[in-house]
């Protein structure tokens, strides 16, 4: 077996899980699934909040580690399942080495699709909006915002700016934008349904529930790290609502 690739798969794998929100359980067990099939003597995996590091170890050759440091992290659950996928066929036998290696890459390098990451956002925010009693205008109205909130978020990303001030500008400009509307067009709109409606993509329900698997887990600095994550972009988003709507 090509130990160097089976290296390489399972650290593809394990950057891949922690840059779109897999719990720090899953990407460690991955990792360590697939770093097993090598039958070596040592195989060892810790993942924390910020990285990981994986080490495969036998007298037999020549010890491998790595470290990697994840910078940025989102909320991608298509891409974890298909992590899943490849690692259990590979696992199972279902696939050579070579194709897990094949197809974990090709996932590595995937950029996100803007289009369906705009789209998406107005979906959103239009469909919670119905569903917390707005009428069909006012969801049109949110899933306009949440279109371009998403574009204010595509251009921070853009310019690499920090997910603090990401967030912040996004919730300014939703806020903004729905007051601007509420008093310009006519008709009548429940501004407060609908920058709740706005503001539920932004809300970090997948870092909290996260935070609290990794504790129940053991994982208790992950935990810990995870749930300071949230706050910090719940802060974020509560200090972007409120001066938004201290503009008008």
């Known amino acids: 077996m090509d130990y160097k ?6 650290v593809f794998a394990g950057e891949v899980l922690m840059k779109n929100g897999a719990e720090t359980y899953r990407v460690e ?16 995996v810790l993942v ?11 007298p037999s050759i020549d010890s491998l580690t790595v470290v990697r440091r994840i910078n940025s ?12 996928n490849i690692s259990r066929e590979f696992c199972e036998d279902r696939i050579t080495l070579e194709e897990a290696f094949r197809q974990m890459k090709k996932l590595w390098k995937e950029p996100d699709s803007t289009k369906k990451n705009l789209f998406s956002m107005a979906a959103l925010t239009g469909g919670f909006a119905i569903m917390f009693g707005c009428g069909l205008q006012e969801a049109l109205l949110a899933a306009i915002v ?3 909130s998403a574009l204010v978020v595509h251009f921070c990303r853009k310019m690499k700016m ?6 912040s500008l996004s919730c300014i400009t939703l806020a903004v934008a729905i007051s ?3 008093r310009v067009l006519p008709g009548t709109f429940k ?15 997948a870092a909290i529930t996260n935070a609290v698997f990794d504790v129940l887990h053991g994982d208790y600095l992950s935990g810990v790290a995870r749930a300071a994550e949230a706050f910090v972009i719940a802060a974020a988003v509560a200090l972007g609502i409120g001066i938004g709507l201290s503009l008008f």
């Open 180 to 182: 601007a509307a509420v």
């Open 73 to 84: 992290r989102g909320t991608n659950l298509d891409k974890v399942n298909r992590v899943n």
């Open 162 to 167: 920090h997910s603090f001030l990401q967030n």
């Open 191 to 205: 501004e407060n349904l609908l920058i709740i409606s706005c503001i539920m993509p932004f809300v970090p329900g």
């Open 48 to 58: 924390l909040m910020t990285g990981f590091v994986a080490t495969l170890d036998d």
């Open 146 to 148: 949440g279109l371009l």
């Open 5 to 10: 690739l089976l290296f390489d798969t399972a």
């Open 29 to 44: 067990d991955t990792m360590y699934r697939i770093l097993k099939k090598s039958n070596l003597k040592t195989v060892q």
